[in-house]
């Protein structure tokens, strides 16, 4: 196994997501209240889409079935009051309440439900695990060339041409955990252009921005976690670790909060673990000092 392993950066789950294509019955379905359920993990290396409907139908289906019954009910006395001329149906108050039922379990009592077993199946996932699940798509990071985000959807455009549309209508915290996990995704060298814009694809304005072919110098736009006040970073091109190795005079710093935390400067001839474990480290520390995987980074000079 290489000494560069994958990094699990994290993921979201949540009832309302989904991965469709931009055809209308998949879209309209969805986009109107059709029941789903959807993950998004990311690591360093890969975009990794998870489908949960089997979840969401198992959920929906005490809802699905009395309003079933209220249907079939509602059909009898119609054709009870056809075939016999009756106007007093005492069991229409029954059929009504029926439907009460069935429509607040639709609305309210069957999304809770699927939302506190989604929370349960997905919580504390890591990269090892994906391989009990049966993957929706697998998108290695080396074939994006830009992530866009609008309200309720994320665009993900692949080199090749072809572009992957998920669903986010998961709420307003789940949609704000996604756009800082996918800022953390883009702004891993080599960088990923990331935009933000409004429904009709207006107002653009660009997160991750790189300004070199191979993607390892461009700007990014980060809101800070500690003040809340957004600033613009310069992203220079860096010494890989193999590059850094060798040379006598290197140096390893780790770094958090996009440069304000310096958590450790070390001479490369004293480090005598590989990548993986300075990444580690470096996550040890982030999680004891900051704890945002925003803006963690290890600079070789």
Known sequence: MSDVEEKFLGGVAGVGMNRTLRGFKSSFYVQTGGPSAYGIYLTDKRLIGVSYRKIVSEAYRP??????????????LVVYTRLTGAQDLPPLPFVMALAVVALVLLIYW????????????????????FGKIAPDIILNRTGISQVTFRPGLILVAMRSGETQTFLTKAGQKKGSQLLRL???????????????????????????????????????????????KEERFRVTRKLLFEEA???????????????YQCYLTSPMASIKCGQAGLRQLLLDLDSICCDAPEGESIRYE
């Not at 883009?186 to 993607?215: F, Q």
């Not at 190795?245 to 440069?259: D, K, Q, R, T, V």
């Open 63 to 76: 809802a699905y079935a009395i309003f079933l019954l209220c249907i079939l009910s509602l059909i009898s």
């Open 110 to 129: 069957s999304p809770k439900r699927a939302s506190a077993r989604l929370e349960r199946e997905s919580s504390g996932k890591s990269l090892p695990n």
């Open 182 to 228: 996918f800022l953390v995704f883009c702004s891993t060298a080599p960088l990923i252009e990331m935009t933000v814009s409004n429904v009709g694809g207006e107002n653009l304005r660009k997160l991750v921005e790189p300004t070199s072919p191979d993607g390892r110098e461009g700007w990014i736009t980060v809101q800070r976690p500690t003040t809340g």
């Open 245 to 259: 190795a060798p040379l006598p005079n290197a140096y390893a710093i780790l770094e958090g909060e996009w440069g």
